[in-house]
């Protein structure tokens, strides 16, 4: 199977910034999207950015251009470069990935999360 682990969340002011971790590990053949998540206390969990196993990126509208969502492949990592950050940009973030595996072949897997807290 696959173990999601996160670090790198915390607490800073306005305007400063975090860079998350997503580090991949366990019996897996190989690792298809992974992606950043978040849920703030009251709302649904939402998808903040993903990468493909090509590069590919994408990102939800409230973090373009503040946020940078970038993988090593070869460490099985994915990074959230968040700058600029917002009091609503406060949440748990999770970490996300779809791998493949000898069984039960493709499957979607989460860390544990970390909070990020944005506050003066």
């Known amino acids: 199977q696959v173990q999601l682990v996160e670090s790198g969340g915390g607490l800073v002011q306005p305007g400063e910034s975090l860079r998350l971790s997503c580090a991949a590990s366990g019996s897996f053949i190989g690792i298809n999207t992974m992606a950043w998540y978040r849920q703030a206390p009251g709302t649904e969990r939402e998808q903040v950015a993903t990468?493909?196993?090509?590069?590919?990126?994408n990102y939800v509208d409230s973090v373009k251009g503040r946020f940078t969502i970038s993988r090593d492949y070869a460490k099985n990592t994915a990074y959230l470069q968040m700058n600029s950050l917002k009091p609503e940009d406060t949440a748990i973030y999770s970490c996300y990935c779809s791998a493949w595996t000898l069984r039960p072949g493709l499957g979607d897997y989460w860390g544990q999360g970390t909070q990020v807290t944005i506050s003066s």
């Open positions: 990468i493909t196993n090509t590069g590919n990126t």
